[in-house]
T-cell receptor, first 114, second 116 residues
Framework: DGGITQSPKYLFRKEGQNVTLSCEQN?????MYWYRQDPGQGLRLIYY???????QKGDIAEGYSVSREKKESFPLTVTSAQKNPTAFYLC?????????????FGSGTQLSVL | AQSVTQLGSHVSVSEGALVLLRCNYS??????LFWYVQYPNQGLQLLLK??????LVKGINGFEAEFKKSETSFHLTKPSAHMSDAAEYFC??????????????FGKGTLLTVNP
């Protein structure tokens, strides 16, 4: 079945540690996105990529980094510079990033701080 | 800058009752509008979207929404609530600016509870 796979489902970070969240899609979509979800805050865009080897900052990129070396993969690294990383992280994709396209979402990764 | 306001962070209805979830947007250009649903501990699924083809949009699971430009609204309705409709609902807007800059803005969400 085609879709988006996020792993792990739960992740714990120690202070000062970088952690990487995985996002893989087999939908052959060009565009991929990372959102952060906090209770009562909706979704906020961290980074997005409309093509391989290119990505753009979203509204809350500070303390995060991404790479897009392959079309199907868009990993997110939460660095030690992100002082409040506890949140639910959602990866999404769309066909080519046009504004009227449907987003396909993964099932998310819950990141918590030890 | 575009923004989305969802009135009511929590809506509670009885099974079989009308569901009305409110969404107002601000956009300097004609927008694309979306409603997504999120079940607990899952990602979001598209319910429906408005892309200027018709002001009344029908979606999955019996939901529909009406685009009202004069009120800058895109409220979501369902005539009869079912227990399985209990979830969080998000309204989102993207400006149809024609540019290459992607910018989908989400509202803060409305949690729908359905009582038996």
């Amino acid at each position: 079945d085609g879709g988006i796979t996020q792993s792990p489902k739960y992740l714990f970070r120690k202070e000062g540690q970088n952690v990487t969240l995985s996002c893989e899609q087999n939908l052959n979509h060009d565009a991929m996105y990372w959102y952060r979800q906090d209770p009562g805050q909706g979704l906020r865009l961290i980074y997005y990529s409309q093509i391989v080897n290119d990505f753009q900052k979203g509204d809350i990129a500070e303390g995060y980094s991404v790479s897009r070396e392959k079309k199907e993969s868009f990993p997110l690294t939460v660095t030690s510079a992100q002082k409040n990383p506890t949140a639910f992280y959602l990866c999404a994709s769309s066909i080519n990033g046009h504004p009227n396209e449907k987003l396909f979402f993964g099932s998310g990764t819950q990141l918590s701080v030890l | 800058a575009q923004s989305v306001t969802q009135l009511g962070s929590h809506v509670s209805v009885s099974e079989g009752a009308l569901v009305l979830l409110r969404c107002n947007y601000s956009s300097s250009v004609p927008p694309y509008l979306f409603w997504y649903v999120q079940y607990p501990n899952q990602g979001l699924q598209l319910l429906l979207k408005y892309t200027s083809a018709a002001t009344l949009v029908k979606g999955i699971n019996g939901f529909e929404a009406e685009f009202k430009k004069s009120e800058t609204s895109f409220h979501l309705t369902k005539p009869s609530a079912h227990m399985s409709d209990a979830a969080e609902y998000f309204c989102a807007v993207d400006s149809n600016s024609g540019g290459s800059n992607y910018k989908l803005t989400f509202g803060k969400g409305t949690l729908l509870t359905v009582n038996p």
